[in-house]
């Protein structure tokens, strides 16, 4: 069992940048892959960021160069640092957890989620 608790969203100015926390529970955090996910109003949950157990990294198109998705098993944490934000990168931004290896795309395939944190990205 895993719990997850997303902190970091707020309102930015679109360039400005904001960094992530996901804190996890468990003693098995280490082998679990985690993700990204974001929803927009009227919009799908989209995966933005993935890193396997041992910080393979993948990223969306549309976040690719301006978002960086690290872990610290030590502390048990994801972080999404988001650079470079625009007002299409606001949405609730949600923290997931699986234990498969593989690139999950879709959010029906995580185990575990987080609350979410809205980003707002003003223009």
């Known amino acids: 069992q895993v719990q997850l608790v997303e902190s970091g969203g707020g309102l930015v100015q679109a360039g400005g940048s904001v960094r992530l926390s996901c804190a996890a529970s468990?003693?098995?955090?280490?082998?679990?892959?985690m993700a990204w996910f974001r929803q927009a109003p009227g919009k799908e949950r989209e995966l933005v960021a993935h890193i396997s157990s041992v910080s393979t990294t993948y990223y969306a198109d549309s976040v690719r160069g301006r978002f960086t998705i690290s872990r610290d098993n030590a502390k048990n944490a994801v972080y999404l640092q988001m650079n470079s934000l625009k007002p299409e990168d606001t949405a609730v931004y949600y923290c997931?957890?699986?234990?498969?290896?593989?690139?999950?795309?879709?959010?029906?395939?995580?185990?575990?989620w987080g609350q979410g944190t809205q980003v707002t990205v003003s223009s």
């Open positions: 997931a957890a699986d234990r498969s290896q593989s690139l999950l795309r879709r959010p029906s395939e995580y185990d575990y």
């Open positions: 468990g003693r098995t955090f280490s082998d679990f892959a």
